[in-house]
């Protein structure tokens, strides 16, 4: 398994911005696909968005897009989440992941991390 370290969580209120960052020190990053999931109190796990190694647009949620920006450093094995205009019902620990792709197809690793909490307040 290959640890995943995310961070940049934190309070901010409705409309603000936040972005996260999450690091590996894996050494297929630039091949792999990586997502942000969330998580909210008493919600199942989603996924947020999803950077692919391929030419192939992101993927956002419908309810993210046009509001936050996955963007990855494939020289730093980082992955970013830009959120603005942040909604509290964003409101969730928000957690990173790779996984390998097999057509349209993911197969995320097991591996979940420690996550970072974002708490937006109205």
């Known amino acids: 398994q290959v640890p995943l370290v995310e961070s940049g969580g934190g309070l901010v209120q409705e409309g603000g911005s936040l972005t996260l960052s999450c690091v590996t020190s894996?050494?297929?990053?630039?091949?792999?696909?990586m997502g942000w999931f969330r998580q909210a109190p008493g919600k199942e796990r989603e996924l947020v968005a999803a950077?692919?190694?391929?030419?192939?647009?992101?993927y956002y949620k419908s309810s993210v897009k046009g509001r936050f920006t996955i963007s990855r450093d494939n020289a730093k094995n980082t992955v970013y989440l830009q959120m603005s205009n942040l909604q509290p019902e964003d409101t969730a620990v928000y957690y990173c992941k790779s996984g390998q792709q097999f057509g349209t197809a993911t197969s995320w690793s097991d591996y979940w991390g420690q996550g970072t909490q974002v708490t937006v307040s109205s």
């Open positions: 894996g050494g297929t990053f630039s091949t792999a696909t």
């Open positions: 950077s692919f190694a391929t030419d192939r647009d992101n």
